[in-house]
């Protein structure tokens, strides 16, 4: 049985997904397993898996049933001890793996690692060194140089799910992903439980990935907005403690309504994001009552981890500065 098994998900991306692989037949580490959950490509994956690479295990959807389910698919067959995810279209560096498992090995305080993800279409920029969490969800250094800031180990609040690795244990303590989400922003909801039930995470800068950003959002037909806005309030409901949630609510359900006067998003994407959410709030407030009930570790070690929401705030009286002033204001993704 391997120690660990990389899971990728994807959907029409066999053009990503074919160096993705490559890459790890080049990996140091060598005790995994590879399992490839296809959801509903329509561009020959499964036939070039067949053919390219038949040692790939493979779990198909007839369909698009998004990356929380997909992911929960490959965990559910996945034998080994350290589970890791990979997108299908990043591509790491052949000590990647190797390095992953290293900090499992060697730190039983810690249930997850996040990698470095840089930008593959220029190397030298951030992508993301793991996830943080103000008002939003984010992540951590993207767009930056890379530098001294992210060539240190560090504790932070959960991985980026692009290109990380978990304990086999942290799912059986705590479930899986939670598919009410699709896509976005449900790594970051699995890491707060994991925080709540005592799991720590670990930053590691020798774990590099280069990421083809956004590479496969652009094929759905919902944009990508409308997910982003929904699953940006699922996320804060379900998640925060009651001393962030209570005074921030306010703002947080006016946002999608006044970002689009200071960011450049489209107001009819993001009031559909809006609407999307109400039905799910009744999910919500049902898994934070579980998870709090069930936290194994007092609130304020979560809080210590959370960032301050005052940046988010600050961001949107520059946008708005921006705007009155007449500048061009990039739409944000």
């Known amino acids: 049985m391997a120690l660990a098994s990389v899971i990728i ?24 397993e590879t399992i490839v959950v296809d959801n509903g490509s329509s561009d020959g994956t499964a036939a070039m898996l067949r053919a390219e690479f038949p040692e790939v295990v493979l779990v198909s959807f007839p369909a698009n049933r998004g990356f929380a389910v997909a992911v929960n698919a490959g965990l559910e067959a996945a034998r080994g001890r350290y589970l890791v995810l990979l997108n299908n279209d990043a591509e790491a560096e052949p000590r990647w793996l190797e390095a992953l498992v ?3 090995d060697a730190r039983a305080d810690v249930g997850s690692v996040a ?48 290109a990380a690795a978990y304990r086999r244990e942290l799912f059986d303590a705590i479930g899986r992903f939670d598919e009410a989400f699709f896509a976005w922003f449900e790594d970051v909801e699995l890491g ?12 590691e800068p020798g774990a590099r990935v280069r990421h083809h950003a956004h590479a496969s959002a652009g094929q759905l037909s919902i944009p990508k907005t409308v997910f982003t806005v929904r699953n940006a309030l699922l996320l804060f409901v379900q998640t925060m403690p009651l001393r962030r949630l209570l005074p921030c609510a306010p703002m947080l359900f006016v946002w999608p ?18 609407l999307a959410f109400w039905p799910l709030l009744p999910h919500a407030l049902r898994a934070r009552r579980r998870n709090y009930a069930a936290r194994r570790v007092p609130v304020a070690r979560l ?20 705007r009155l002033r007449g500048q061009p204001v990039q739409a944000q993704a």
């Open 9 to 32: 998900p994807t959907w029409n991306g066999a053009a990503l997904l074919r160096p993705a692989l490559r890459c790890l037949q080049a990996q140091t580490f060598r005790d995994f």
């Open 257 to 274: 309504f006044l970002d689009p006067i200071f960011s450049g998003r489209p107001l009819r994407a993001t009031a559909r994001g809006w």
């Open 102 to 104: 290293a900090v499992l």
């Open 192 to 203: 707060i439980r994991a925080q709540l039930a005592g799991f720590r995470c670990w930053y």
């Open 115 to 162: 990698s470095k993800m840089l930008t593959a279409r220029d190397p030298t920029v951030v992508d993301s060194a793991g996830a943080a969490m103000g008002l939003f969800a984010y992540d951590i250094g993207r767009g930056e140089p890379d530098g001294p800031a992210f060539g240190l180990g560090r504790e932070i609040l959960c991985p980026c799910a692009g």
């Open 303 to 322: 809080t210590a981890l959370l960032e301050s929401p005052m940046p988010d705030f600050f961001r949107a009286l520059r946008l708005l500065f921006a």
